[in-house]
């Protein structure tokens, strides 16, 4: 996989832990020649995201709806190569990046870990909004658990990770932080993740277009994988 034209903002300085300002795609003074891509993956299905429940730091099992989509994953992942190969430490995460064919080689990422949701863990929006009508994740947040700020902070070192990377990078993780790993990519607010849908076992490609971060692809399954990654 050829890698793209570096980003004309190589050595700009990372973001502060608020959110709010432009991810690090790169360590300072890095001076690459090059910038590769940031592949990722959400576990395949669980109890809890068939039901809609918010599922943060609950180790909940793939079922084997989830099992057999990760197993697909492998399939459809064959001959990709990657110089980094991420993981949350979550057991839903970890089966997935296992059965996709990438558990060698997968270096475990505690910031890969999903929203801790507190006090909406287990539940949910419909069960809260009976509660707080109008509530959004993105916009109104949780108690007990993680601001949104303290996520982006941690999708930061993400995307830093892979800007360090010398080739590709694939994370295999959790649908609500690696929407904010993607609107980080992107140099947006951490709440623009709201906007990207990530479905279970699908797939998203976070790259380059002539120095300009992009999303290349997003929400992908099946097929349409191998013409992209």
Known sequence: M???????????????????????????GAGRAAAGRLVVVRHGQTEWSRDGRHTGRTDVPLLPEGERQAAVLRDWLAGCRFSSVLVSPLERARRTCDLAGFGASAAVCDD??????????????????????????????VTGGETLDQVAARADRVVAAAAAAPGDTIAFAHGHVLRVVAARWLGLQAA???????????????????GTPVISAWNLAGGDIRRVV
């Open 192 to 210: 623009s993740g709201a906007h990207f849908e990530l479905g279970p076992a699908a797939i998203g490609v976070l790259g380059w277009e002539h």
């Open 112 to 141: 890969l870990a999903e929203w801790d949701y507190g006090d909406v863990e287990g539940r949910t929006s419909a069960e809260v909004r009976a509660e707080r009508p109008g509530w959004t994740l993105w916009h109104d947040g």
């Open 2 to 28: 050829p890698a793209p034209t570096p980003p004309a903002d190589a050595d700009r300085e990372p973001a502060g832990p608020n959110g709010d300002g432009p991810p690090a795609r790169h360590p300072p």
